[in-house]
Every structure is written in structure tokens, then in C-alpha cells.
Nanobody, 126 residues
Framework: QVQLVESGGGSVQTGDSLRLSCAVS????????MAWFRQIPGEEREFVVA????????ASANSEEGRVGISRDNAANTVYLQMNRLRPEDTAVYLC???????????????????WGRGTQVTVSS
């Protein structure tokens, strides 16, 4: 059974940086495209950034370009989300997702991802 566990969330101030981690167990991490989404209660999950299984390609939401980065450590079965210059509107639950890699470019669509973590809360105060 594939399990994803996010960590690293918390309460920060506007302008701060934060790095989230997602540890994957029970599957073959190196073949998974990995992605980060975020969700506010009552709203749809919003794509943030993704990285291909090969690590050679990433995709990010247009609104996040330049502020977020994703990386993976296949030896540690872990994917990371680096967020810089945080703003109050970044406040959300951040969820990690995985899917079998199928193309060179990872998907930005939530319904393409097979496995999900429970999320970690990020709260940004002004």
C-alpha cells in the first residue's frame, strides 16, 4: 500500500520561506510523477507544482512561477516543495500526490494522481 506523509507545515509571516517534505513508502518512488496541490476548505484542490519521475521536467502553476520549486531525492523516497516570499493567500492545506509516470511532462490535474497524502497546514500571517 502506497503511503504519502507530508511534513514541514506551520505558521509563518509574510515574506518568509518554507520547505515542505513528502515521504513515500510502500511503492516504487522512482517511477512516480510527484505533485503538490493545495486546498482551502470548501474549495477545489489547486495545482502548485509537479516533477516528473525522471526528475527532468517540472510544471508549475503560472501564478507560482518564480516563487516555488520542487525537487526529489529518490534515495530518500522524498519530494520537497520550496516556497519563497509567502503571502497570506498561500494559507492552505498542502497535499502531496503521486502517479505512475506516463510522459515526460508531469500532469497538473488532480484527478490524474492515484495516491494522496493527508496534507500539512501552512498558515501565513500578514
Amino acid at each position: 500500500q502506497v503511503q504519502l506523509v507530508e511534513s514541514g507545515g506551520g505558521s509563518v509571516q509574510t515574506g518568509d520561506s518554507l520547505r515542505l517534505s513528502c515521504a513515500v513508502s510502500g511503492g516504487s518512488f522512482s517511477v512516480y510523477d510527484m505533485a503538490w496541490f493545495r486546498q482551502i476548505p470548501g474549495e477545489e484542490r489547486e495545482f502548485v507544482v509537479a516533477i516528473a519521475a525522471s526528475g527532468g521536467a517540472t510544471a508549475s502553476a503560472n501564478s507560482e512561477e518564480g516563487r516555488v520549486g520542487i525537487s526529489r531525492d529518490n534515495a530518500a523516497n522524498t519530494v520537497y516543495l520550496q516556497m519563497n516570499r509567502l503571502r497570506p493567500e498561500d494559507t492552505a492545506v498542502y497535499l502531496c500526490a503521486a502517479r505512475q509516470g506516463r510522459s515526460s511532462v508531469p500532469s497538473s490535474l488532480a484527478d490524474r494522481y492515484e495516491y494522496w497524502g493527508r496534507g500539512t497546514q501552512v498558515t501565513v500571517s500578514s
